[in-house]
């Protein structure tokens, strides 16, 4: 608890030191196991997106990329898909060094290392809202609980001309990150020790969240208590009781173990688990003009990758679930959940509400 809120302060503390410098023009815009199998069974798009350059006899440069949740996910298959095409597409001169399981930290340690101006992390996956705490205010619109209502609305998003102008809003507050490509992880579900039917057994409950005031508020909207509680400390805080329940994607909930500690999974699909990746712009100032083509051409090819992948692999984990004797509850009707968003889907789209009409009507 005391981790988080000095998280918090530090985000603070970078926000009021990026104002400073902006203000100043020192703070400069630059411009943005079966993990395995799945990349080499779509290695097609190297040569189908080639980039318009060759990076190959460029100079040699190693990045860093975190990925909190294992290969096996759907962003880490995503992830290692991507670091195949980068390094084919630059014909050698780029590798990608994949940290995979949270062994950086954290994706809000991991956000306040980059964007600190630390460079041991030149790429990262984040969920596409996590730059809400630095400023970004276009990004927690994708937060939003139902605002997508399938896949298809998501990537009726993502691959429209709107989703450069989210992805650039790190290079316009100044953050000295750019965005590269989307992706998703499917829809978001609670997930609890005890067993659960419907909307109304979460009440009273302390719900496992990251300090996001989205996720605060439709906490408290189901009548819950938001507990801040680190990613990489949530197995064992549910295993002691620290929380009674949490929500993560459901090859997230199959991959990190928490049907282990926490065996109830209610599919309410609050959110969609919309991600980006990310490069720092320390990473992306030490690549050629190729190389950085290179870097988006593979974004390009993961992200279509990705979409590709997300359905049929969380389908077939849910099956998983199931034949393991995972308490899965159907939720057929919404209408409660959504009635019980109605507030926090208000107070987060004030000043915002034709962007966030645009969103809602690309269904």
Not at 233 to 253: F, H, K, R, W
Not at 351 to 363: F, I, K
Request: hydrophobic residues 40%.
């Amino acid at each position: 608890m005391v981790l988080e809120k000095e998280k918090k302060i530090s985000r603070r503390s970078f926000l009021a030191a990026s104002a400073a410098l902006g203000a100043a023009g020192v703070l400069t815009a630059c411009g943005g196991g079966s993990s395995s199998t799945a990349a080499s069974t779509a290695t097609s798009a190297a040569g189908s997106t080639a980039a318009s350059g060759d990076a190959s006899a460029d100079p040699a440069v190693t990045l860093v990329y975190a990925e909190v949740n294992p290969l096996d996910t759907i962003v880490g298959q995503t992830a290692s898909y991507f670091k195949e095409q980068v390094e084919s597409l630059s014909g050698g001169s780029i590798t990608i060094d994949l940290q995979a399981s949270g062994v950086l930290g954290s994706e809000n340690d991991v956000l306040d290392n980059i964007l600190a101006g630390g460079d041991t992390i030149d790429l990262s996956r984040i969920s596409a809202f996590a730059l809400t705490s630095y400023g970004c205010k276009k990004s927690m619109l994708l937060s939003l609980p139902y605002t997508f209502v399938s896949r298809e609305h998501w990537w009726n998003f993502a691959n429209s001309d709107l989703a450069p102008d989210f992805l650039n809003e790190p290079q316009e507050l100044g953050l000295p990150v750019r965005g590269v490509f989307y992706g998703e992880e499917g829809f978001r579900h609670f997930f609890t020790v005890d067993p659960v039917s419907g909307i109304e057994d979460l009440a009273g409950m302390k719900l496992r969240v990251s300090n996001d005031p989205v996720m605060n508020g439709l906490v408290e909207g189901l009548g819950a208590t938001p507990t801040v509680v680190s990613f990489n400390e949530l197995y064992s805080a549910l295993q002691t009781g620290v929380v009674d329940g949490a929500e993560q994607p459901i090859a997230n909930y199959a991959s990190n173990a928490f049907p282990e500690v926490a065996n109830n999974l209610i599919l309410d699909g609050h959110t969609l688990g919309a991600v980006q990746v990310v490069i720092t712009d320390n990473a992306w100032n030490k690549l050629t003009a190729n190389q950085q083509n290179a870097i988006m051409e593979a974004g390009k090819a993961a992200q279509e990758f990705n979409a590709s992948l997300s359905e049929d692999e969380e389908n077939r984990v849910l099956e998983e679930l199931k034949a393991d004797g995972c308490n899965v509850v159907e939720v057929p009707d919404k209408t409660a959940w959504q009635e019980a968003c109605a507030q926090v889907i208000t107070d987060n789209t004030a000043g915002l509400e034709d962007l966030y009409q645009q969103l809602v009507d690309m269904a």
